[in-house]
């Protein structure tokens, strides 16, 4: 089975002034974290004893793994419900899914309090099969090696093309081989997000009243996990929109706009579901009180039903404008969902409080740069995106013409 056709290295000049930029700020991110490690939590975090989570959970883990759910959309599309027309985006979301969940998995480290004991997670078999965090951690760390595994053909294409003798020999050796074993990886990785996706809804049930009761339903497994997947999706038009705007590519607007009418169908699903819940528990009066809970997710709402208008029609769909919008929007619907379940809703108690320290905000956002710092470069030397037969240049750039070559 050919997973991926015509997939070919964009090359081009790697040390351009934006990437070194992002080098720049990653590298300012990482001296941060060592200072973090130097001085403690207490000393670079607003975290305390309310708000034991802050935003390197809420953003890097809760929300980018929702973002890096693109790889698992793709894969229930076009390996469950039999659509190969989307085959073309798999690849890029997956690059998308394994730098998102290795950014959470590193997130994840610099939170807790004694990082050089995570070895003992995965190997000290002494657990708590009760605990739901447990199920968490274990599913995201082995979704993160898994999801590189799935991007291995990528690698191995590229040994094969190296010119090394002895490289080229094991690339060729192990492909064949590797092919035939990933539809077993492939299984893997569409049931692990399904499991951490669901419980992260599930770990905050345990806050019980202290979630304010916009937010607080049962349902809240199945709206984290239906709404990865609209995430995922809107991920993947951007991402794609952008990559086609920045390397001079023609946009695959037709596959997109097909794209966001499952996403469009997904996200209606999850509307209902909430206005349902809100309905049969009462707390439809709440959502009117215009309170900072009220505004919030009134807020919330302002965004899907933007996003939701922009993709509901064909006509509308089939510019790329829109896609991209409304893209954006169901990023930050998500995104904004998941903080107040995760943040804004939490309520510990009234002497408690949170606002992210400024350490907070630029490891974060140093984070984000050398994610796509690493994005730029591994569709730059890797076969990641489908190669120019198959996607035509539009006024293509000096700098990124002679990476392209014909055939696979």
Known sequence: MKLYEHAEPVGGKILTPSFLGLVAFAGLAILLIIWRFAVGLGATTAMNDGYPWGLWIAFDVVTGTAFACGGYAMALLVYIMNRGEYRPLVRPALVTSALGYSIAGFSVLIDIG???????LPLFWMWNTRSVLLEVALCIMAY?????IELAPAFLQRAEDSGIAKLQKFA???LPRFTKALTWIIALALLLPTM??????????LAGPRLHSLWNT??????????CMFMGFGAVVVESSLVSKMLGRKPETEMLAKLAG?????????????????IIRGQ?????????????SLVEWAFALAALFLLSSQERRNNLGNLFQAGMLLMLYGAIYRFDVYLVAFRPG??????????????????????????????????ILTAPEKTALIKPRPVIQRGFAAGD
């Not at 004694?114 to 003992?120: E, F, V, Y």
């Not at 951490?196 to 049930?205: C, D, P």
């Open 262 to 278: 499952v996403t469009s169908s997904l996200l209606v699903f999850f509307l209902v579901v909430r206005l349902v819940d809100l």
């Open 196 to 205: 951490h996706q669901s419980s992260l809804g599930s770990l905050m049930l």
């Open 114 to 120: 004694r990082p050089w004991l995570g070895w003992k």
């Open 172 to 174: 060729s050796r192990a």
């Open 284 to 296: 439809i009066a709440a959502l009117f009180r215009f309170d900072l809970y009220s505004v919030m």
């Open 350 to 383: 009234a002497q408690w409080s949170y606002f992210p320290s400024v350490t907070e905000i630029l490891i974060t956002a140093g984070l984000v740069a050398g994610e796509i710092a690493a994005y730029i470069a591994l569709i730059k030397f890797f076969p």
């Open 144 to 148: 993160t090696i898994v999801v590189w």
């Open 218 to 227: 049962p349902l809240l497994p199945l709206l984290f996990l239906v709404g």
